[in-house]
């Protein structure tokens, strides 16, 4: 009986370290697999030498400005700049920090476009499948969902409905877009596929299309299946306001030449899908993290997402599923901009030198020409410098 446990118990830690090793090697696989760029770095590999010419440069663009809001810079994956400055909530005295949320406006249709590749990757959607297919008494029966991701539907501007439709909504905020269209039938501005025009009024039936495949809500199939992989946990949306900590949500100001305040919250707000999520800058980092890592979204899938229409005006500008291009001279970005009531927002990405910048900012100011601007300084003046990091020497 003794010799009996004795082997049982000899058989057991041989199974433990054996179990160790293999969790060790499956470790050391995973790093391999990953992007060399990616989060793997220890603490202070970016030297304060380094840091303190990021700040040097940086810093005088949003000080001249009298930015308020918040700004990120990252490189190959990880911080080299990080700007917060101003209030978010005037009336309190509320300052920016890391953790304040923002509304993102516009940069929600890149999380939109994600989530249908979600369904696309698993073969419940394909994106040249007919909108009318998912919704419901549609009028409009040649769109795709592709020419949805794309603004090439042509469908009207929800916009512009009137203010007497809004104040009788009160739920179903989306599904109420749809029925104003069908009630109205709008003609679209366009054949299907034959133009571009930005269309928010897309992405508004994207979210009814998720909704509907997934059985879940917009608000939960994306923090479910994209925000909680990737490690986004602060991120949340304009519907679940109410649950946002009051010190950490960041309210929308105008000021123009004749007045200025605060925003109110109406009805649009509620409206989900072409914005109508709140982050933090340090959360669409890690998206921009999980896109490299493939965490949420296939390889095939990204590659879809940046397969970029050109502009019919302007060759050196284009729209893909959820993103937008531009080329510089020799310079190629991928980006989304947002504003919406007060709110603007800018994201930024240069794949060839993994440059990444994030502007916030609830006061009107333009978030796109900041992030323009520090991309400029970038390209102009650190290229410049020769800075020793980690006893090596290089140029960027």
């Not at 019919?312 to 993103?323: F, S």
Request: charged fraction near 25%.
């Amino acid at each position: 009986m003794f010799r009996l446990i004795r082997f049982s118990l000899f058989l057991l830690l041989v199974f433990i370290i054996f179990s160790s090793c293999n969790k060790s090697s499956n470790k050391e696989n995973l790093k391999e697999n990953l992007p060399d760029i990616m989060e793997y770095y220890p603490d202070g590999t970016i030297s304060k030498e380094r840091l303190k010419v990021y700040n040097d440069l940086f810093s005088p663009i949003l000080k001249k400005t009298n930015f308020n809001g918040s700004v990120l810079v990252a490189l190959n994956g990880y911080i080299i700049y990080q700007y917060n400055n101003g209030f978010a909530n005037y009336e309190t005295s509320t300052p920016i920090t890391d953790s304040t949320l923002f509304q993102i406006a516009s940069l929600t249709k890149i999380f939109t476009s994600a989530a249908i590749m979600l369904l696309v990757e698993e073969n419940k959607i394909s994106l040249d499948d007919k909108v009318s297919k998912y919704i419901d008494n549609l009028i409009y029966k040649d769109i795709t969902i592709r020419q949805l991701l794309q603004h090439r539907s042509g469908l009207p501007r929800y916009e512009f409905f009137e203010p007497e439709f809004w104040e009788k909504v009160d739920k179903n905020y989306n599904q109420s877009v749809v029925d104003k269209l069908n009630s109205d039938s709008t003609a679209l501005y366009f054949k299907p596929d034959s133009r571009f025009i930005y269309s928010n009024t897309g992405y508004v039936l994207l979210a009814l299309i998720i909704e509907k495949v997934s059985k879940m809500s917009y608000e939960d199939f994306l923090t479910q299946r994209i925000f909680i992989p990737s490690n986004m946990n602060s991120t949340s949306f304009s519907t679940r306001i109410s649950k946002i900590d009051n010190n950490r949500l960041a309210i929308g100001y105008y000021s123009n030449r004749r007045s200025s305040g605060r925003w109110e919250i109406n009805a649009m707000d509620s409206v989900l899908g072409d914005k109508g999520i709140y982050s933090t800058s340090l959360d669409l980092l890690n998206w921009y993290r999980s896109v490299y890592l493939k965490r949420v979204l296939t390889y095939e899938s990204i590659e879809q997402t940046q397969d970029i229409i050109p502009n019919n005006r302007n060759k050196d500008r284009g729209y893909g599923l959820g993103i937008r291009w531009k080329r510089v001279d020799d310079r190629e970005f991928y980006y989304h901009n947002g504003r919406w009531n007060g709110f603007r927002s800018s994201y930024v990405f240069r794949p060839d030198t993994k440059l990444l910048v994030i502007v916030l900012s609830n006061t009107s100011h333009s978030a796109s020409r900041i992030s323009n601007s520090i991309i400029d300084v970038y390209d102009t003046k650190i290229k410049k410098l020769r800075i020793r990091d980690n006893n090596q020497e290089e140029d960027e």
